[in-house]
């Protein structure tokens, strides 16, 4: 009868020596040898080989089956990275962090890292690119020419970190149809932008620094203003110098001012005196001015503004600027066949035109009887810069 030992990890019948008789020796020894032969190491066919035991020095075929279980996987730099589909680390161009690349099947080049995180480009856009602080899309993976965008509202923020606030660009909401706007080359020197039926913005239009000038970074009329020869013949006419249009500060232009009325006033005197209230002051611009005499509104007097004369007499009517008589008119009185004379004239009869240099004045108007007397009734004194 055979005495085995069964070994514990292939169940090898050992026999032994000295106990087996020859042929039971000879049989077991030889089931041994068989068992040895075929075994693999798996579970009861052998003791399990440690990584110690291996030393894999070619690529090592897992054919077509899975890895599991790997808790992690470290990567070696390899000589080439040309190889297709293939998973594998590298540096970026121009050296720097280590990542993990991909080579698909047509032999693109996807970093899947990036600068110390997920490079998410690699999977979103195609086209796109990042490198210092810009991205950069093209159209598709290795084309150089640039891609265009169809999207709504773009915020453009600040190069600062944490910014809160951007400038929106966004079209009219109202937009009837795609139209194009064309920004403009740099000018040779500052203009003025403009923007042409067709999208073209241009800023051809540069100041002459004549008419308009460029002065503390803005555009200003000349500081003298716009001179007569700026100005192209006829194209100031009556509509552009309507009452309503220059009666005031805008054009430089100053009036008309009217004194109130010089009610009933009468004189005797051999000099020149000022009636009640005929008197104004206005300042000008360098422009004449046009004196005039005219009736006050009062209806009551049976009579509108006028200057009556009696006696026998020559009268002087002058319009004065400060002490300067700047108008005369000498009026002669003859005596009637009753022995007196009185001759009347209206308001509107006594005007003149001064050309003072700018400045503020006064301008009134003066009679002197010479003797005789001179009556003033119901008179306003009007002066305007013409």
């Not at 999207?151 to 951007?166: D, E």
């Amino acid at each position: 009868m055979s005495t085995v030992i069964v070994s514990p990890y292939m169940s090898l019948p050992v026999p032994v020596p000295g106990v087996d008789a020859g042929p039971d020796y000879a049989n077991n020894l030889n089931s041994s040898l068989n068992i040895l032969d075929s075994h693999n190491h798996s579970s009861c066919s052998g003791v399990q080989i440690t990584p110690l035991g291996l030393d894999i020095n070619i690529n090592l075929n897992i054919q077509n089956n899975d890895l599991t279980n790997v808790s992690g996987v470290d990567f070696s730099m390899p000589a080439s990275s040309s190889v297709l589909t293939r998973l594998y680390t590298n540096t970026q161009s121009g050296g720097g962090v280590v990542d993990l690349f991909y080579n698909d099947g047509a032999g693109n080049v996807i970093p899947l890292t990036k600068a110390g995180v997920v490079n998410s480009t690699a999977s979103s856009i195609p086209g796109e690119s990042y490198s210092g602080g810009t991205f950069t899309w093209v159209q598709g993976s290795g084309s150089t020419t640039p891609a265009n965008f169809d999207i709504g509202l773009i915020t453009i923020r600040p190069n600062i970190a944490s910014t809160t606030y951007g400038v929106q660009l966004q079209p009219p909401s109202g937009i009837a149809s795609d139209y194009a706007l064309v920004l403009p080359a740099l000018p040779a020197a500052k203009g003025i932008v403009q923007l042409d039926s067709s999208g073209n913005i241009t800023a051809t239009l540069v100041p002459d620094n004549s008419t308009i000038v460029i002065s503390s970074n803005t555009l200003q009329v000349p500081s003298g203003g716009i001179t007569a020869t700026q100005i192209a013949a006829g194209a100031v006419g009556t509509t552009q110098i309507a009452s309503a249009a220059v009666t005031g500060p805008k054009l430089g232009l100053a009036g008309p001012i009217t004194s109130t009325t010089s009610g009933l006033f009468s004189t005797s005197a051999s000099s020149y005196v000022t009636p009640t209230n005929l008197s104004v002051s206005i300042t000008t611009t360098g422009r004449p001015v046009l004196l005039m005499l005219q009736g006050d509104t009062t209806t009551s007097s049976g009579k509108g503004g006028r200057i009556q004369c009696a006696g026998n007499s020559n009268y002087l009517l002058s319009f004065f600027r400060g002490v300067t008589n700047v108008s005369r008119l000498t009026f002669q009185s003859d005596v009637s066949a009753a022995g007196f004379v009185t001759d009347e004239l209206p308001a509107s009869a006594f005007a003149c035109i001064d050309a003072p240099t700018a400045g503020t004045y006064t301008y009134t108007f003066q009679v002197n009887p010479n003797g005789g007397t001179c009556n003033v009734y119901l008179c306003q004194l009007t002066a305007v810069e013409i």
